[in-house]
């Protein structure tokens, strides 16, 4: 089928979105990311709006790009005034960019109420500003603001909008759902009505959807099957308000459903390797459940499906998790069965041991009615199998460990812990200061450890998440502890259960660096037969 071309305004569009920010250095290596995926065009931003965009276009010029063709946006000229002085134009051309993007109006409600000018004027100034651009040998891409709106008010007067900008040399003219209301069957209705109106010309369209709705990733691939040649949108569905259309779904949904040429056709692989990348770059939170490439896209909890998914992967996964860079993972919980704890313990080789599986998943669900819950701490399931199999001894033993926070009158508060372990046959006896118990406590462990494990140096504390098991029980209720750590090559989970926070958050840490040091295969040092017999992480002794 045809090739489809994907628009990326994730630097433009998606930085409009509540709490996203990217800095210049951020928006090129986005670029070059979604250069490698086989991005079409990537929208760099708008020049007249801050200097960090104007650097941004004469920094992407020095850019050795594969495939990808960037564009500045801009806004037809202003009223009253030539093409040639509006300073938004004359930012335009100084982007140098190969194509320029501009957005006009479309809804006559939009010009004669917010723009405040005739609806000739509104297309003198689409046409003059194209031209201007055409003329300095740049390719224009019309954006037809509220092109939809538009078009159920003034269906007339949208079409003459539209084919003032192909007139005037627009190369695309895309079909904009500006306040994201629109349902599919009307994007594709409207988005054919379009094509007929500028066919004459010889002008494709485009589509460029807001997810208010939620239906923006319906209604791209909608006006496509319609006859748009372009989808615009962002990665992750970032953007304004509820967002734009997620080109991961969009893209995903266009090459494995419907067959269209997309990315030059290798790009699919690279969709959860960028989405986590741009997630991580904006410093924001995954989100879990975002299909193709979330975290939970292709896991599986329940024991029957599990089980299924064993003997028939299409049974609960609508496409293979690779294609798209993803993987399959089992989660264990209360609800699992025998078939869950079997998938999650292949590297153990424990398939044929029934009695085993049946004693691990007990203490699944033995823990979990406790507060625990490991689909989000594989690490420390893992521990926990080493436990039930009798392979688990720690590398270290905690003696004691204490947390003081002192604030004075001037609510200057000073965070100090002490920790007191026994490695093999030494003790080791540090304190440390911290931003907080957690914070404090991380050092002093890794000074009582320093030396002996020198690859606990490459770990790092990547989130901290704390939730309340029982919240009936007020102030004295249990406490649960999420620690995410990374070190160069995996990023692991590891969660601990207390009615004490600290005591909590010091069993995930503690499962953190031991799931670490068995990953490394660190081996444990010799010890006495006390250390041999020293209790699971979720049992050890403390003073707090």
Not at 162 to 175: C, K, M, S, Y
Not at 221 to 247: H, K, S
Not at 271 to 298: C, D, H, K, M, W
Not at 383 to 400: A, D, N, Q, S, Y
Request: hydrophobic share 40%; glycine share 8%; aromatic share 6%.
């Amino acid at each position: 089928m045809r090739t489809i071309q994907i628009y990326d305004t994730t630097l433009r569009d998606g930085t409009q979105g509540e709490g996203v920010s990217l800095s210049l250095y951020d928006k090129l290596q986005i670029t070059q990311r979604l250069d490698e995926m086989g991005v079409d065009f990537i929208e760099g931003g708008y020049p007249l709006s801050n200097e960090k965009d104007v650097e941004y276009f004469e920094r992407v010029r020095q850019m050795d790009l594969r495939h990808a063709k960037i564009c500045a946006f801009g806004m037809t000229r202003r009223r009253g005034i030539s093409a040639s002085e509006d300073p938004g134009l004359q930012a335009l051309l100084g982007a140098q960019t190969p194509i320029c993007t501009i957005v006009g109006k479309t809804w006559d409600f939009q010009v004669t109420d917010v723009l405040r000018v005739s609806l000739d004027e509104n297309l003198d100034m689409i046409a003059d500003s194209i031209r201007l651009l055409t003329n300095a040998g740049r390719q224009v891409f019309y954006d037809a603001e509220h092109f939809f709106d538009g078009w159920k008010a003034n269906p007339e007067y949208s079409a003459r909008t539209i084919r003032a900008a192909a007139e005037a040399g627009a190369t695309l003219v895309v079909l904009c759902d500006t306040n994201g209301g629109s349902l599919p069957e009307e994007i594709a209705q409207m988005t054919r009505q379009a094509i007929e109106a500028i066919a004459p010309l010889d002008v494709p369209v485009g589509i460029h959807c807001h997810n208010d709705g939620e239906l923006a990733v319906a209604n791209s691939l909608a006006a496509v099957d319609a006859g748009a040649v372009q989808v615009q949108g962002t990665i992750n569905g970032l953007g304004e308000r509820c967002g734009n259309a997620d080109l991961i779904s969009v893209i995903s949904n266009l090459a494995l459903k419907k067959g269209y040429q997309v990315l030059e056709g290798t790009g699919l692989q690279h969709l959860t390797q960028v989405s986590r990348y741009i997630y991580e770059t904006a410093n924001l939170n995954l989100r879990n459940n975002q299909p193709f490439v979330g975290l939970s896209a292709f896991a599986h909890k329940g024991g029957m499906h599990v089980h299924a998914v064993h003997r028939a992967s299409a049974s609960y996964e609508h496409i293979d998790p690779a294609v798209v860079g993803n993987e399959r993972r089992f989660l264990v919980s209360e609800l699992s069965g025998r078939s869950n704890i079997v998938a999650m313990t292949v590297k153990h080789n424990l398939r044929q041991d029934r009695e085993l599986m049946d004693r691990i998943l007990a203490e699944v669900v033995r823990l979990e009615n406790r507060g625990y819950q490991f689909e989000a701490a594989e690490a420390s399931f893992d521990l926990l199998v080493k436990r039930c199999i009798g392979t688990f001894t720690p590398h270290f033993e905690l003696l004691k460990y204490h947390v003081e926070v002192v604030a004075d009158q001037m609510r200057e508060v000073l965070t100090e812990a002490t920790v007191k372990l026994r490695v093999g046959r030494e003790t080791r006896h540090e304190v440390a200061e911290g931003d907080g118990p957690v914070n404090a406590l991380d050092a002093a462990l890794r000074k009582a450890l320093n030396g002996r494990y020198p690859n606990l140096n490459q770990m790092h504390l990547m989130d901290y998440k704390v939730r309340v098991v029982n919240s009936e029980a007020g102030t004295a209720a249990r406490i649960r502890v999420f620690i995410e750590s990374r070190d160069d090559q995996d990023l692991w989970g590891t969660v601990g259960v207390s009615e004490n926070i600290i005591e909590a958050s010091w069993l995930a840490l503690v499962d953190a660096i031991e799931y670490k040091l068995y990953k490394d295969q660190v081996p444990v040092p010799a010890a006495s037969q006390d250390d041999q017999d020293s209790p699971p992480s979720d049992s050890s002794a403390n003073e707090t």
